[in-house]
T-cell receptor, first 116, second 111 residues
């Protein structure tokens, strides 16, 4: 059973370009979470999605950032018109449909975004 | 509001025991999780507490007191490979659930 997959692992963009980060959850998982981590800091919650639904986007900046989890295919975190402050590691995590109990989330390897 | 506090850094000696504390104030509670994160890598799950008391798992144990909003992670017989960040996270209701993370505690194990 493959783990959570993220690609690309490293992404370099110039200011003003768009960044697209992809996350394929573990097989059988229908809940996806996106987090941002700055160097030497903890994980900041961004958005929580289930298939075709955004459940909680309270941690996502109101502008330039969007996320989706379509019926088919990976979850996408999209950052438009990137700025240097967007440089960070972006982690995706997934959990089973039956949340609660010991149904913890499992993390992907992350995408390290560098904005020049 | 949601607030989780952990010490920023700790240092301990190989073979020793170290306790990493976590206090939390969240709107709702459905379990407390500890994760280990080595530099440049993804967090990996260590332990889970939802009821008060101690959960033991080999060299690692985790304790929870819900009335005090307090947990600790206890690492015994420290090894050099335990040098990492340790993240405390609380699962809270949100639709189904979401996870709020502390800033993490960087542990350095010295020879």
């Amino acid at each position: 059973n493959a783990g959570v997959m993220q690609n690309p692992r490293h992404l370099v963009r110039r200011r003003g370009q768009e960044a697209r980060l992809r996350c394929s959850p573990m097989k059988g998982h229908s809940h996806v979470y996106w987090y941002r981590q700055l160097p030497e800091e903890g994980l900041k919650f961004m958005v929580y999605l289930q298939k075709e639904n955004i459940i909680d986007e309270s941690g996502m900046p109101k502008e330039r950032f969007s996320a989706e989890f379509p019926k088919e295919g990976p979850s996408i975190l999209r950052i438009q018109q990137v700025v240097r402050g967007d440089s960070a590691a972006y982690f995706c995590a997934s959990s089973p449909s039956t949340s609660g109990g010991l149904n913890t989330q499992y993390f992907g390897p992350g995408t390290r975004l560098t904005v020049l | 509001g949601q607030n989780i506090d952990q010490p920023t850094e700790m240092t301990a000696t190989e073979g020793a025991i170290v306790q990493i504390n976590c206090t939390y104030q969240t709107s709702g509670f459905n379990g407390l999780f500890w994760y280990q994160q080595h530099a440049g890598e993804a967090p990996t799950f260590l332990s889970y507490n939802v009821l008060d008391g101690l959960e033991e798992k080999g060299r690692f144990s985790s304790f929870l007191s819900r009335s005090k909003g307090y947990s600790y992670l206890l690492l015994k017989e420290l090894q050099m490979k335990d040098s990492a960040s340790y993240l405390c996270a609380v699962r809270v209701p949100s639709g189904t659930y979401k996870y709020i993370f502390g800033t993490g505690t960087r542990l350095k194990v010295l020879a």
